[in-house]
């Protein structure tokens, strides 16, 4: 299966079917490597979607991860202890935050 990702087609050999997971009930597991052998280490995903195919749980997966990254990089940075009462100031202060760090040349935040 491949995925396009960044503008680059990424190669990944998949396994992919529905299981019951004990505590989860019944979920689509998705297990794939890098390599024609298998012989890199597997990455698995499971998801309550039973009717999506490997391939779509695979690229939003794929997509989902820088996400994630930056999240961690902001909390680290001090963005969880920001309080204040409204969404409004909360999506301002990450704005400004990241034209701040942009502007800085710190190209690690924002990617």
Known sequence: MSIPY?????TYYR????????NFGKQ???INHRKADLS????????????WQAGGITRIRR??????VSHEEGKADGLDQYQVRDFEAISRHIALVAV?????GNKAFIR
């Open 15 to 22: 396994y992919c079917k529905t299981h019951h997971i004990h």
């Open 40 to 51: 890199d280490s597997a990455a698995y995903f499971i998801c309550n979607k039973l009717q």
């Open 100 to 104: 701040t760090w942009r502007l800085s």
């Open 6 to 10: 960044k503008g680059v087609q990424e």
């Open 28 to 30: 689509r597991l998705v």
């Open 63 to 68: 997509h989902h991860w820088p996400v994630e």
